[in-house]
């Protein structure tokens, strides 16, 4: 028996392995990126720095998620996730440092939120690609499920933890505990082997530029996918301001502090963990495309109710943002297991990397106008105008016939 289907074949132990790593990982990257907005949100309370700081942590997936799926589809997928999170470990190192020698300025946290941001544009592609190599096909949407619920685990604790961290220990402290989770991420990946795609025979000559080149062309081509892609680059255009501007809704418009968002981030991890674990126990089959347009329809609309309860009704806005949080779990763990389906494993560094680039992208847009527009108008308005415009688009999705083709493959 060879080496890769002894690997295929014992794929649990190793995903199960990795996967946990990487959960603890992520789940102290959150508790870290919490602790920095709220110190933000509290040294400025300006919409405008809020949105700086998105657009630090998003823009390098425009910047070099290309590059990072050519790497990823090149080299080893592996060695490519130990070394973005040693440098990720790094960063946090730096930051620690310059709060314990009360040096810190905003630049600094913006700096180094950039870079951690670009090794994530590395990291992303080579770890979502890697899926299909870890485990069996017909455990794609579990797999995915699985993700989403990690996702909503990740806020349920992200917040709360944060809180208590930023309470029982200096801000330095709190962020040690992203160093430390960040080895716990890297030592499954030095033990076990993940298996690579075959690199098609020739490709060593070809440049990178032809391998971004015939990952665009995979898009390009396929009608439905560059539907796919041009929809959700407009979703997240249109909501992805709202998630960087909670801290200040929930201090400007419900008069609440670190813990009112504790409970709102935290109640909306609980229904992203719900829809993860709704959509990991239900066979899809052929209703991806309508189960993701019409989740992402309701959880941008919920967006804008949350901002329309009253003040004095902090609980119906909690409410909202716990629908959100489900319905984007139902729309996005079936959206990459569909991507995952329809793509070439070979393809998919290339290909989840430019839907990371669209991301990169639309986000920052999004913030630039939102960030003045909170300013004028109000941080509501950000809300209520994001999460109608998101909404409107999602649901006019449904009438697109590609999407519907795109199923059919």
Known sequence: MTTTQQLIENWKPRF???????????????????VLVWWITQETGSPSALATAGIMAMLPSAMFSPLGGV????????????TADVITAVCMLILVILFATDSIQLWHIYTLMFVRATMQAFQHPASVASTMNLVPSD??????????TLQGMMTIAAAPLGALALAVLPIQGALMIDVATAVLGIVPLIFFKIPQPKVPQGIEAKTMLHDLREGVRTIRTNPGLLTLYAITGLVVLTIMPTFALTPLLVLEHFNGGVTQVAIMEGLAGVGMLLGGLFIGLWKLKNRRALIVMVSFGISCGAVALTALAPSSLFWLAVFWWWLSGFTFSTGNAPMIALLQTVIPNEMQGRAFSLLNMIFGLAGPLGLLIAGPMGERFGIQAVFIVGGTLSAVISFSALLLRPLWNLEKQ
């Open 71 to 82: 790497i990823a589809d090149r080299l080893s997928r592996r060695m490519l996730m130990i």
């Open 16 to 34: 199960f392995s990795i996967w946990s790593g990487q959960a603890l990982s992520l789940m102290g990257s959150a508790l870290t990126q919490f």
């Open 139 to 148: 455990w794609l949407d579990r797999a995915a499920g699985m993700n989403q």
